[in-house]
């Protein structure tokens, strides 16, 4: 059971919580070890999982998830409600009345639970006061289990393969759709579950931060990039690979190299004890020396259950780097209406150096389709 | 713009509400044409759209969106935030107010947006009174439009493919997880920008709603079934497809003829002014009449956009059906340890019979894998 229950009792204590429910995917997933992937797309089907501070976990799902959860959890009290029927609200209250929690602090997820259902709750429960524990969850995902970083490492080899395949059999005159169907193809040859997102533009395009790939004819000389995330055995990958059709243009690789330089300096910065602001800093610092543009409200995140995850590396993150943090670090600097020019690794950070995951390619300069 | 802003506002004098405010990614979609993947896997990065009763639309994003937006969107008002600077709810209540409707009526998407941003909202103006609109955009995307129906039956023609030509490939001592990647692979060859979904299971695990495909290797005579969807610009895809490894046993290819027999009972009914819950009354008196055991909260959706959408065929939907509405119609009956039964496929509702669009492959009986 790799959910630390004790760690989260002691966390109650020290936020004078009498009890933590999870609403979301993620931390249904990471306390309960069930990936349940309709409550991801049909949100009003919310599974919940509830731990008091004292006695068993519970975990609640609608009625026809229920004989999965029961072979497949590592929570035994299993509690269902039929959809429609009744609100996922009603049995959550009814299971704290139960367990004498109806008069008390209870810790819910507020930056997931849905208005009309919190509306529901506070209205059925009127003596419980409602505080938000959605940090209580991001400090214990935090820091990754050495399985959770054998999983992200397999993640980030199989999507930098995934494309560097699609990039190798590209050829002049391709589409941005056909080398994106190639990548996602890769994708799930290599063992994602699930396409997460793919972003691929070209040319003037790669100015925007999420294009969608089109039909158009990649020019010669045009640059292109992607943006591409799997979910593999419910963990993300996601990295940010550049390219050219034939012979770069001066300026595109000298701008590819100089980013490409940036992250490198943001990794070997990575250090036990280091803000995250301090890496958003030298990304400023590093992009300014090198004449580069700088527009980014952060330089890169934790990832895992969830695509952007703590420490997220922005101006205002004081919280210092640990061991078995994993982070994706993706500068990015774009010439309003020219080009945007950025790169993306999956990195842990270890008690000495950091150690890059997605590190089978050379990406000191922009990959040359021929 | 496919959008029909003269109906939303005489949907807002209806509804006595001075503006609309829609925050789930499929609804902002609906509304300005622009699809944000990262919106919806990173929830906190809230996307906006604003139509107030008079005057023009706005679109909210966060900066680093803002680019893409001005070029696709049809909302020309583009406002944007830095995250992490400042919260999505005050760069829409700074808006508001801006619109002078800091004292009005706002419909917002209570069934979408999280707690903590409407706690933000609501003292942020505290003037205002906020009502759920989300049935509102709900009323507005049940009756797809001729381009919607287009592309939802080239997403159902392609996943039905993709399905279909796995199980034509598999073999015996084929492993679960072995035909699902071939699925995945299919579905994107054909198509698909994401594999939203896709679930397998065979033998005893097809009893679960929602079987993980596992590396187990299927038996001869196990039956297997799947159910997958992707996203085609924006648009789901849902099928479910059964098949057996080698000769079925009787009893299985029995109980899958009833499920199958009772689908086309449900379809034979589906007709402009019939109720949705009269398709849910028909699938359990069906299953009555056949033996079969009926324990489904609903026997069917729409979908578009959404994966699950208006009409829900559920007992308590009294709605009735009108033609241009898309809907995925699935009977699952369990027999609880042994095995599940089940069939999905995509319609439309005409003004005559409706029109199957998943009908390229026979499924009368269970597919066999030879």
Same sequence: chains 1, 2.
Avoid at 139 to 156: N, V
Avoid at 207 to 219: C, F, G, L, Q, S
Avoid at 266 to 281: M, N, P
Avoid at 308 to 322: G, Q, S
Wanted: hydrophobic share 40%; glycine share 6%.
């Amino acid at each position: 059971m790799p959910f630390n229950f004790e760690d989260a009792r002691s966390k109650m204590i020290a936020n004078n919580l009498d009890a933590l429910v999870a609403f979301s995917p993620e931390n249904v997933f990471y306390t309960s070890g069930c990936l349940l992937s309709t409550s991801q797309l049909i949100r009003d089907r919310l599974s919940m999982t509830l731990i008091p501070r004292e006695g068993e976990p519970t975990i609640m799902v609608c009625n026809i998830e229920e004989s999965f959860v029961r072979e497949n959890a590592w929570i035994k009290n299993v509690r269902s409600y039929v959809e429609f029927q009744t609100s996922p609200m009603e049995l959550l209250a009814t299971v704290l009345k139960e367990q004498g929690l109806s008069h008390s602090a209870i810790g819910i997820e507020k930056m997931y639970l849905q208005t009309a259902y919190f509306e529901t709750l506070s209205r059925t429960l009127p003596e419980a006061t409602f505080e938000d524990d959605g940090h209580i969850f991001n400090d214990m995902r935090i820091i990754k289990r050495p399985d959770e970083i054998d999983l992200l490492e397999r993640a980030a080899v199989a999507t930098e393969k995934a494309v560097q395949l699609a990039y190798e059999s590209a050829g002049r005159g391709e589409t941005e759709l056909s080398i994106a169907t190639t990548m996602r193809q890769n994708l799930v040859k290599f063992g994602a579950d699930q396409i997460a997102f793919l972003v691929l533009g070209s040319g003037r395009k790669t100015y925007h931060a999420h294009p969608i790939p089109t039909d158009n004819r990649i020019e010669t000389g045009e640059v292109i990039t992607t943006d591409i995330g799997g979910v593999f055995s419910g963990y993300y990958s996601d990295l940010t690979r550049m390219a050219v059709m034939g012979s770069p243009r001066k300026r595109d690789s000298e701008n590819y190299r100089k980013v490409r330089a940036t992250q490198r300096e943001i990794i070997d910065k990575v250090r036990v004890g280091t803000q995250a602001s301090k890496l958003y800093e030298v990304c400023l610092n590093s992009f300014r020396e090198k004449g580069l543009r700088f527009h980014m409200p952060h330089v890169g995140h934790g990832l895992g259950i969830g695509l952007h995850e703590e420490p997220l590396l922005n101006p205002f993150n004081n919280r210092r780097l640990e061991a078995g943090m994993v982070l994706a670090v993706e500068p990015f600097s774009v010439e309003p209406q020219v080009a945007g020019f950025g790169i993306e690794d999956m990195i842990v950070v270890t008690d000495s150096e950091p150690r890059i995951l997605s590190h089978h390619t050379d990406t000191e300069d922009l990959y040359i389709i021929r």
